[in-house]
Structure formats: C-alpha cells, structure tokens
C-alpha cells in the first residue's frame, strides 16, 4: 500500500532536471506549447474570415405517394477565391431548395450552386458579396504523417469552431454516398462533428490542405478530409462545366473469384472479376451483348479484378469512346465493343 502511495504523489512531483544552460525541461516544454498555440493561432486567424457556414431547405419528396416538404439542414465551406466561389461538401448541398451562406461577421447571402460532384463528395457555390477573403490552398502532395492539422467548422452550428491534431495517414480511401471510392483521402484525429462537412482542414502556416469530409461516429479521432490536390481539379471542372465528366456503363455488378481452372487455361493473371448482376434498358452494357452471368476480368486493355478498379477507369477521357470489354460467359473468353457514355447526375 504504501508503494502504492508512493507512485501515485510522485505523478504529480515529477523530478526537474537542470540543463546545461540552466534552464529545466519544464521551461522546454513550456516554450513548445507556446509555439504549437502560436501555430493554431496564427492559422486559425488567418484563415477563419473565409469560413463560412451553409444552410439549406432541401426539395420536397415523395414518400409513399406522399410529398413531404424538405428539411433543413447545415455544414460548412470556405470562400477560395476573391469573386466568391465557396467549396463545401456535395452532401452538404445535394437535393438542396434554396442555399444560403453566413460569414463570420454574420452576414447572411443568398448563394447560387455552381456544381455538384457526388463522385467525390465535393460542390462549388458562389455568393455576391463585399465580404470575400478568400483562403491560401496549400498542396497535399507534399504532406507528412504527423505534422499539425487544424479543422475549422459549425459543428452543431456552433460557427468557428477550432479543433487540432495531427494527420494520422495518408492515401486512404473512403467510399462516397454516390459509390465509387474517393482516394488520396486524409485521415485525422483533429475532432469532427456533423456540421463541420465542407470546412478547411488547415496547416501550421494557414494553408488548406483538405476538406473536412467524414467521420466514424463510433470511433474516437477517425475523421477525414478529402485531399486539397483532389478539390482543385475537382472545383476547377464544376467552375467550367458545372460536372465532372465520368463514363458510365449502365451495369451492376459484384466481386467473385474466378475459377481456377479457367484462369490457368487462358493464361489469366487475375484471381477476380465482375459479375455482371444486372443492366439498365438501352444502356451501354446492353447494347454491346454482355449478358447476366458474365465475369468481367479486362477493360479498355487493363486486366480488371473489382468493381472499384472499373470506376477508376471510366474516366471522362472514355466518354464516346468505343472500348474493348474482356469478359468470361461460362467457360468461354469474349472480347465485346463497347461504348460508355457520360454518367449523369440528377441533383
């Protein structure tokens, strides 16, 4: 017990050594925080007058024949250029009635949606006002696994709101409302909370490295942001066309592994491929003769083992564009023309 006692008061009495200079640890210490608060600070002063909060009244719907009037609802965004476009979250603005945008000295706009893309959790909109600061982005490309990350955000509509951590991985991959996979995604332990969706995640000199995009609800310091390298080929494509242009095939269909025997046969080096489930009227898939029950395993040249490896091909540079399907029915190797057309969304 008294061993016990004894560890206990001497957490709270930590020995004090002396340095060579005279100064103690303590006083090292001291001047890191100080230099980590300096940091948040800093950044965060620079970079909050361009934080915006966003409110939306979603459309009506229809549900079980009924129309029920649309909701409410708010996230963030960030003014990133000096003419007003604002960046925020695709499910922040999606389905949206009417937008409106709040800055920080509390000033209330009407905004217009420039673009929408689902693909990546990602949309522009743009306000017409005197209040337009706009953010430093920063480059993603360059980042490392343990330096500073700063949210800033409305979480819970509690506007500007400041949490900071570091990032904890990079190159992660995180699956939008829309179904493919958003790669190169940010992982960090710098708290969120919903109403932060569509706000910067910062660097120690204020630049914004990410948009604050998810987090696991049942975990402690899993959140996520999508990579600012990503939003700016993104937000340049929504301020031009409105979209981003992808390909589609009109197919559903599953990963299974394929049969051995006919993999060694045909000298396959894949062990997977895509069943096809099913296919929409009229659709590409259709149309060029793949059939329910098909296993794709080669597209446009490239061997093909999963669903997600087929989305990241059918880019928009595949629109139009007649492509070779390489597909296994029962235990015979085709090779299908086919040509995808642009993937639409209906907003």
């Known amino acids: 017990m008294k061993g016990e006692f004894e560890f206990l008061t001497t957490s709270f009495e930590p020995e004090i050594h002396k340095t060579d200079s005279g100064s103690t640890n303590s006083d090292a210490e001291g001047e890191l925080f100080d230099a980590y608060s300096r ?49 925020t979250n695709s499910h922040v603005v999606n389905q949206a009635k009417k937008i409106s945008v709040v800055t920080q000295s509390g000033g209330k706009y009407e905004a217009d949606l420039v673009g929408d893309d689902p693909d990546t959790d990602l949309a522009v909109v743009r306000i017409n006002a005197p209040e337009r600061l706009s953010v430093t982005l920063g480059s993603s490309n360059d980042l490392k696994v343990g330096q500073l990350a700063i949210a800033i955000g409305n979480p819970f509509g509690f506007q500007s709101t400041v949490t900071a951590g570091v990032i904890s991985a990079l190159g992660r991959s995180l699956r939008s409302n829309a179904g493919r996979l958003i790669d190169d995604v940010i992982q960090t332990d710098a708290a969120l909370n919903p109403g932060n969706s569509g706000g910067p995640l910062v660097d120690s000199r204020g630049r914004v490295i990410g948009v604050n995009t998810a987090t696991i609800m049942s975990a402690q310091g899993l959140c996520f942001a999508i990579a600012i390298d990503t939003a700016k080929f993104v937000a340049g494509r929504l301020i031009r066309f409105g979209r981003v242009r992808r390909s589609y095939i009109g197919m559903a269909g599953q990963n299974v592994p394929l049969l051995r025997k006919i993999a060694h046969f045909y000298g396959l080096a894949n062990k997977n491929g895509i069943l096809v489930v099913s296919m929409d009227d009229g659709s590409p898939a259709k149309i060029a003769g793949l059939r329910e029950g098909d ?3 080669g597209f446009a040249g490239e061997k093909i083992e999963g669903i997600d490896e087929l989305h990241r091909i059918l880019d928009e540079e595949k629109v139009g564009i007649s492509q070779n399907v390489t597909v296994i029915r029962h235990t015979e190797k085709l090779e299908l023309g086919i040509i995808p057309r642009e993937r639409e969304f209906i907003n």
């Open 39 to 87: 940091a948040v600070v800093e950044a965060t002063e620079k970079v909050s007058p361009s934080v915006v909060k966003i409110e939306i009244e979603q459309k009506a719907r229809k549900v079980r024949g009924r129309e029920v009037p649309g909701q409410g609802g708010s996230g963030s965004g960030f003014i990133f250029t000096p003419d007003g476009f604002i960046l």
């Open 295 to 297: 296993i794709i395993i």
